[in-house]
């Protein structure tokens, strides 16, 4: 396994300057944003897109720190109801697949998405229940529209031998590992999971048990170390469906955390080796949304963490069970 980063944390400085830097902590893959929510400030889309010269000087850059891309990361929402936004967000994740391809990136981190509850609604609108009965048939009619688009994109993304990896993020449509399996069952292979824990933990879902659901159905293309801290005297009051803002940190149920501040080492080793059994043994970038924290500290104490957890070699033979 190797430790990477997702890039965003350190949009004020150039990658030239932000790779010398991750080496020397640690990073061995990056996981920079080319558009939508991430941004797109250290692969800009259009200057290397199509643009072999520029395309060899990323790797030649890449390659004087031993670092490789993980995964282009371009999270939006390309089925939004507003024509013109889905429409924006539909050519940012194509124009990121067909990148991702040129660079012999295997992987595009993305979000679901999610739809109106109706054709003539004109906000997106996350579903939490089956009642009253007009929210089922908004979830029904939402997943029509998804797995129209997410299917052509499966196809689109297979041209261009990269995987679709979905961050199962609430206020999405797929949001949880069931969401993720159906998605994956109805549209092919090419879909996957960006696997975030961070968005599970507060929900209540158990962490390896996802790993193990999602493993067992090859549906891990990426993953995401990311850490939650549940706080129980909020919690108790208003449950974890939390409208207060990220920065009212003394208010909320619950916040994002650097890797370890949520939970502790031997959780994190059992989620590696978990990952491990199920076949997945590839980058775990570190996203760093620690409001309390900065972004270097939070990324240094993450990676100390992680090197301890993640295993470099591969397993021997097991000569015991001989």
């Known amino acids: 396994m190797e430790i990477g980063v997702h890039t965003p944390p350190l949009a004020d400085e150039p990658l030239e300057s932000a790779l010398p830097y991750l080496d020397g902590i640690g990073i061995e893959t990056i996981e920079p ?22 395309q ?36 940012e994740l194509r124009e990121a697949i067909r990148l991702a391809g040129q ?9 679901s998405g999610l739809p109106a509850g109706s054709p003539n609604d004109e906000t997106p609108n996350w579903i939490t229940a089956p009642w009253p009965p007009e929210h089922a048939e908004a979830l029904e009619y939402q997943w029509e529209r998804a797995i129209e ?35 994956r069952e109805e549209t092919g292979d090419r879909i996957g999971a960006n696997f975030d824990p961070s968005h ?38 208003k449950g974890v469906l939390d409208t207060t803002p990220y920065t009212d940190e003394p208010n909320r149920s619950w916040l ?3 890797v370890g501040y949520g939970h502790g080492e031997a959780h994190w080793k059992d989620i590696v080796s978990t990952l491990r059994m199920v076949g997945y043994d590839g980058a775990l970038s570190i996203e760093h ?6 972004s270097r500290e939070g990324l240094e104490k993450a990676v100390d963490l992680l090197e301890r957890a993640i295993f470099e070699t591969q397993p021997g033979e097991a000569h015991w069970a001989e």
């Open 33 to 54: 944003g080319v558009g939508g929510h991430p941004g797109q400030d250290h692969i800009t889309r259009s200057e290397y897109l199509d643009d072999e010269t520029e």
């Open 56 to 91: 060899a000087e990323l790797k030649d850059l890449l390659e004087e720190y031993e670092m490789r891309i993980s995964a282009l990361a371009i999270h939006n929402n390309p089925i939004h109801p507003d024509d013109e936004r889905a429409e924006t967000a539909d050519t």
């Open 103 to 111: 660079l012999e990136v295997g992987t595009v981190t993305c979000f």
């Open 149 to 183: 688009y997410w299917g052509e994109i499966a196809d689109y993304a297979a041209d261009h031998a990269v995987d679709i990896a979905i961050e199962m993020h609430p206020n999405m449509l797929v949001y949880e590992p069931h969401g993720m399996a159906r998605l």
């Open 200 to 237: 599970l933990y507060w929900q209540g879902i158990t962490i390896t048990d996802a790993i193990r659901y999602l493993g067992e159905r090859e549906a891990i293309h990426h993953v995401h170390a990311k850490d939650t801290r549940i706080y129980d005297a909020q919690a108790r009051e």
């Open 256 to 258: 994002f955390r650097s």
């Open 289 to 294: 949304e620690d409001s309390l924290t900065s």
